[in-house]
């Protein structure tokens, strides 16, 4: 094979591997490109597709769903179809497999990271699960967390509040890549925070038994540690009380797709203006909030809300990436000497 084309089947592996993992849907992976390539080669690319995705090691420990799997392989086996007129046993061999497997409970999605780490979570099938939609991970997680990946030094050092966590993607691939002092990983929902901290621990971290601020935990808050102090805090916007949001003491929030309606909007403008007024240090807080664009007026509220709150300028980045949809960060200040009590 020549060297060019031993690099574009190193990518096209690479992309296969990394949506695969991660349970992308199956219109982004790259199939016409894979088809091209394999009217010039042999089986050999699809064997070792199978073993980038169904046959990982990451996915043999902590499977995807059974479905998901089996929708793979077969649209796998017919792009080997198009080209070959030999049937590939292996293909066919692996989905036998899935055909004969049951559904785990939960589902994993793995995320690849640029170290070569990895952020593995268990997921629900299900978009409302329980009552709640916090089960599963949203677009606007990625994005946040592939914002943070480009830009670490804002987190460096500083204590990460984050607000609706739901799966933990953003919180993990921050907390694994970005160096923060501490972590605080926050929800409501109760099947919520079980998962949650489920998945902090699958991914090597501990767990401190309270959300109190890292200068309560001696010895792991110095600028040389390499693992954040990491806590789970059961917050609800609603009924949070000043003493609860004091105690964090947070340099830095953070909030992916938590924006469905304009009462949430407003509970969570008041939640941030509540933790920017009870800074003890009197500096700027900032928060990162990623959403999807998905209702003009409810998103307008937003940044109204968060205009009429903030000492200098709301910044908006809209931005379009491979899921539907276009999402938006927002970057704003809050300094303690503009609360104004909203009821």
Same mark, same amino acid.
Request: net charge negative; with cysteine.
């Given at each position: /094979?020549?060297?060019?084309?031993?690099?574009?089947?190193?990518? =096209?592996? @690479?992309?296969?591997e990394?949506?695969f993992?991660?349970?992308?849907?199956?219109?982004?992976?790259?199939? @016409?490109?894979? #088809?091209?390539?394999?009217?010039h080669s042999? $089986? #050999?690319?699809?064997?070792?597709i199978?073993?980038?995705?169904?046959?990982?090691?990451?996915?043999?420990?902590?499977?995807? +769903?059974?479905r998901?799997?089996?929708?793979?392989? +077969?649209?796998?086996?017919?792009?080997?179809?198009?080209?070959?007129?030999?049937?590939?046993?292996?293909?066919?061999?692996?989905?036998? #497999?899935?055909?004969?497997?049951?559904?785990?409970?939960?589902?994993?999605?793995?995320?690849?990271?640029? +170290?070569?780490? %990895?952020?593995?979570?268990?997921?629900?099938?299900?978009?409302? $699960?329980?009552?709640?939609?916090?089960l599963?991970?949203?677009?606007?997680?990625?994005?946040l967390a592939e914002?943070?990946?480009?830009?670490?030094s804002a987190?460096?050092?500083?204590?990460?509040?984050?607000?609706?966590?739901?799966?933990?993607?953003?919180?993990l691939v921050?907390?694994? /890549?970005?160096?923060?002092?501490?972590?605080?990983?926050?929800?409501?929902? +109760?099947?919520v925070?079980?998962? =949650?901290?489920?998945?902090?621990?699958?991914?090597?971290?501990?767990?401190?038994?309270?959300?109190?601020?890292?200068? @309560?935990?001696?010895?792991?808050?110095?600028?040389?540690?390499? $693992?954040?102090?990491?806590?789970?805090? @059961?917050?609800?916007?609603?009924?949070?009380?000043a =003493?609860?949001l004091?105690?964090?003491?947070?340099? &830095?929030?953070?909030?992916?797709?938590?924006?469905?309606?304009?009462? &949430?909007?407003?509970s969570?403008?008041?939640?941030?203006? %509540?933790?920017?007024? !009870?800074?003890?240090?009197?500096?700027?807080?900032?928060?990162y909030?990623?959403?999807?664009?998905r209702?003009?007026?409810? !998103?307008?509220?937003?940044?109204t809300?968060?205009?009429?709150?903030?000492?200098?300028?709301?910044?908006?980045n809209?931005?379009?990436?491979?899921? $539907?949809?276009?999402? %938006?960060?927002? =970057?704003?200040?809050?300094?303690?000497?503009?609360?104004?009590?909203?009821g």
């Amino acid at each position: /094979m020549a060297p060019e084309e031993s690099v574009d089947a190193s990518r =096209l592996l @690479q992309s296969f591997e990394r949506r695969f993992l991660a349970a992308r849907a199956l219109r982004s992976f790259p199939w @016409q490109s894979l #088809e091209e390539k394999l009217r010039h080669s042999g $089986s #050999e690319l699809l064997l070792d597709i199978l073993r980038k995705t169904v046959k990982h090691p990451l996915c043999m420990k902590h499977p995807p +769903s059974v479905r998901y799997a089996r929708c793979f392989l +077969s649209e796998l086996i017919r792009k080997h179809e198009a080209v070959h007129e030999e049937p590939l046993d292996e293909l066919y061999e692996a989905l036998a #497999e899935v055909l004969t497997a049951e559904e785990p409970t939960p589902c994993h999605r793995t995320y690849l990271l640029p +170290s070569g780490d %990895s952020v593995t979570l268990a997921e629900s099938t299900a978009i409302v $699960s329980h009552g709640t939609t916090g089960l599963v991970t949203w677009s606007a997680a990625l994005y946040l967390a592939e914002w943070a990946l480009e830009n670490p030094s804002a987190f460096n050092h500083r204590t990460v509040l984050e607000l609706g966590s739901g799966a933990g993607l953003t919180g993990l691939v921050i907390c694994k /890549m970005c160096r923060p002092r501490a972590y605080i990983f926050s929800d409501c929902h +109760s099947h919520v925070l079980e998962q =949650l901290r489920g998945n902090i621990l699958l991914n090597g971290f501990s767990l401190e038994p309270d959300a109190t601020a890292p200068a @309560q935990h001696p010895g792991h808050h110095t600028h040389n540690s390499e $693992s954040p102090v990491v806590a789970v805090e @059961q917050l609800d916007w609603d009924v949070v009380t000043a =003493l609860q949001l004091t105690a964090l003491q947070p340099d &830095i929030v953070l909030a992916a797709d938590v924006l469905y309606c304009p009462e &949430i909007i407003l509970s969570l403008v008041r939640v941030l203006q %509540s933790l920017s007024a !009870c800074r003890k240090d009197k500096l700027t807080l900032d928060a990162y909030i990623a959403f999807t664009i998905r209702n003009p007026e409810t !998103c307008q509220l937003f940044t109204t809300e968060l205009a009429a709150a903030s000492t200098r300028e709301v910044e908006q980045n809209p931005a379009h990436g491979e899921h $539907s949809g276009k999402r %938006s960060l927002l =970057l704003l200040g809050l300094a303690p000497s503009k609360q104004k009590n909203k009821g």
